[in-house]
């Protein structure tokens, strides 16, 4: 992995965090997964358990923050890069913000519940240094879904 | 507490609300509290405990939202009240939007990291339905922060 782009970086640790979403499916939780990555190694890693847990604070990426955390000792997130699979809401998009992460790296977009739509027209509660990239693996990433909200219906 | 109007039940459950938050200045967290009132009655009480536990996720009002889930078996807080003493940043804002919670009431308004500031726009990531009132024992709640940051200078 010497040879490694960063392209191919941010692919392999979003197939990380597609098996995480792979685990929600099946236990019927909406698909999605994140994988926190410091100094090239995943340090977290976590799938959306809102009704497992009864919760809806459940995202994958809110265990993925406090997982990270814990593993480094200290609140924030300043070394790392966070992979989901899907473009994160507002409540996860807050809490990424406060935990100053480096690169927030998703797959698919979520123009009905996602952080760009639901808040466009206003600031986004990230941190002003968070490079954001959109698109990794996105068609994995929405195809996941799309199946999952098909087999719902 | 038969004849008590709106305005007096509210000031009451904020005074408990304010409580917590007295709990988490004297363990030297930032003094924010809430309860969460179900029916008339507190199912979850709650205060900041993000250097306790090195987690920027653990605010009040998320750990309130876990914990009236919890008590009440099922996700959605759509009877449910939150009093809080500080107005919601955008991640606990998202996550009351998630819960579809009924209302809720802050204290003091947060004009730097509070969701209506950072927000401001059009959208909110409130539920639509959820009601906002804003200014409940408003002067106690803002003391309570202010001599709180004024100590730590």
Known sequence: MLN??????DE???????KEAELAAREDEVPIGAVVVSNGK????SHNLTERLCDVTAHAEMQ???AAADYLGGKYLTGC???????????CAGALGWSQIARIVYGASDKKRGY??????????????????VGVLEE??????QSFFRAKR
Chains 1, 2 share one sequence.
């Open 12 to 18: 392999r640790f979003m197939r990380e965090a597609l």
């Open 140 to 145: 994995e990433c929405r195809q996941l879904m």
């Open 81 to 91: 890069t966070i992979y989901v699979t899907v473009e994160p809401c507002p409540m």
């Open 64 to 66: 993925a923050i406090t």
């Open 4 to 9: 490694e782009t960063q392209q191919q970086r």
């Open 42 to 45: 995943i340090i977290a890693r």
């Open 116 to 133: 760009s739509t639901l808040l466009s027209g206003n600031k986004t509660p990230l941190h002003p240094k968070t490079e954001v990239v």
